[in-house]
């Protein structure tokens, strides 16, 4: 039987060995989350961030500009957040309005309030190495296989997904772990076969259960990033949530696989909380 990586142990471990790190600072951490419209699920992401900011006694500002503001206007935002002195983590919920240029905000997030990883300093030290914030799912996955005893050192690791939230600092972090990367997208020639030689394989597409039984190596290591809202009229709100990957292959045909839901999500908000911890032990340390 397979083991069942889960995301909620890991969660809990993380968050209370952040509660002492708290409880050394001399104010609570302070996370300003910016959430523009009314797309169902940035809603409930932002509710849920909010939620575990008052669970752990972190300090959170939510503030929800017109629908209509312009790229100007959020810089204006961000500025006025990336000068209060209560506030130590900035978070631009995404995606944002059409009219916004997304890159435009979130390079105008100082760098050592960037709470998501996204800002190109940020990045740019993540492709260095060096300690920075980093970004929430992949940050995430990496202590969860650190806390399993899954070492990718030597291994190889293929990520399917690019994206730069979770494909791409994936890779790179894999990378830093001393595996042998490969990282698949859409263009990719014969991805089930590229799948096939994972011995640690993640899916980050968005396409619900696209990994089948056929990509995945007997014993491989599955980690499902996935969150596909599908219709099932058996389901109570005619709905449920769906990973990238056939949830009976990886069941079947690897040695540990993260469940959806309860394997990869909850490990985000976690890190989340974590990175808000440490940016203000930064910004707490510093001689002002
Ligand atoms: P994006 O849409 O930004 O990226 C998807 C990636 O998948 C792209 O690189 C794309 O390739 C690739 N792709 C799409 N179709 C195929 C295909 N048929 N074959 C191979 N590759 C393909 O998504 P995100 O990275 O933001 O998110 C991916 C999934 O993870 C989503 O389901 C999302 O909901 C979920 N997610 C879950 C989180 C969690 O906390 N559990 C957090 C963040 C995301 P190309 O670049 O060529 O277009």
Known sequence: MPTVLSGVTIRDQILNELKPRLAALPRPPGLAVVLIGHDPGSEVYVRNKIKACADLGIYSDKL????????????????ELNARPDIDGILVQMPLPKQIDSRAVLEAVAADKDADGFHPTNVGHLVAGRPAPRACTPAGIIEMLKRYGIDPAGKHAVVVGRSDIVGKPMGLLLLHANATVTICHSRTANLAEECRRADILVAAIGKPALVTADFIKPGAVVIDVGMNRIADPTAAKGTRLIGDVDPDAMATVSSAYTPVPGGVGPLTIAMLMSNTVELAERRLRKPS
């Open 64 to 79: 929800t500009p017109p629908e209509d503001i312009s790229t100007a206007g959020m810089r204006d935002i961000i500025a």
